[in-house]
């Protein structure tokens, strides 16, 4: 799978956006960009997925650069409970396995 | 959603027992699941992949004698750690697919964290 790089922490002030950014430069043109964020002592939680174009749902939106060689996930209004790892993974069409990075420690500043 | 519940949440035994973690999907059937270990301030890491009614493949590096995984249904995985060690203390985690194709997002249970004393 291509390789994702984050950075290793992030702090954001409580009720602010937070802006997580993930740099995929070998991306292929059918992997598709995976977040997923791991609060403490639990499993890791799906947060959004695309491919090409810009996703929004009810947990977050995710920005997809033109190139495809970086995102953004994006928490438009950061609660405390928003504090977590948060992990940018690669998948491959037809590849069923996620492979985890060390994601960035997001740390929400009350 | 789609909801993954793992049981124990949490399993204290003396070295060289045999520990079983069990892993449901509660909601959706899922012919694939996963199984993950995470040790203290480090990423989950993949250790086998299930598949339902036959052999689980398992990541390099990974004992398949260690580490048996059992996929007897559509609804239930188990991970069961034979023989375990203070060295397989870890944070143990189960995943499932509600659909086929890498555009599907998994879903994780709370995971099972194992101490062997």
């Known amino acids: 799978d291509a390789k994702t790089t984050q950075p290793n922490s992030m702090e954001s002030n409580e009720e602010e956006p937070v802006h997580l950014p993930c740099n995929h430069s070998?991306?292929?043109?059918?992997?598709?960009i995976h977040w997923y964020r791991q609060l403490p002592s639990q499993g890791p939680e799906y947060v959004i997925h695309?491919?090409?174009s810009n996703v929004n749902n009810r947990m977050a939106s995710l920005a997809i650069a033109e190139d495809r060689k970086s995102s953004t996930l994006i928490l438009h209004r950061a609660t405390l409970r928003d504090a977590a790892v948060y992990y940018c993974?690669?998948?491959?069409?037809?590849?069923?396995?996620?492979?985890f990075g060390t994601g960035t420690r997001l740390t929400i500043i009350p | 959603g789609a909801v993954v519940s793992q049981h124990p949440s949490w399993v204290i035994c003396k070295s060289g027992t045999s520990v079983k973690i069990e892993c449901r999907s509660l909601?959706?059937?899922?012919?694939?699941m996963f199984w993950y270990r995470q040790f203290p301030k480090q990423s989950l890491m993949l250790m086998a992949t299930?598949?339902?009614?036959?052999?689980?493949?398992?990541e390099q590096g990974v004992e398949k004698d260690k580490f048996l995984i059992n996929h007897a249904s559509l609804t239930l995985s188990t991970l069961t750690v034979t023989s375990a060690h203070p060295e397989d203390s870890s944070f143990y985690i189960c995943?499932?697919?509600?659909?086929?194709?890498?555009?599907?997002?998994?879903?994780f249970g709370d995971g099972t964290r194992l101490s062997i004393l």
């Open positions: 070998t991306i292929s043109g059918t992997d598709y």
């Open positions: 995943s499932a697919r509600t659909g086929a194709g890498s555009n599907q997002p998994q879903h």
């Open positions: 993974i690669l998948r491959m069409v037809g590849n069923e396995k996620l492979t």
């Open positions: 909601d959706f059937q899922a012919t694939t």
């Open positions: 299930s598949n339902e009614g036959s052999k689980a493949t398992y």
């Open positions: 695309g491919l090409t």
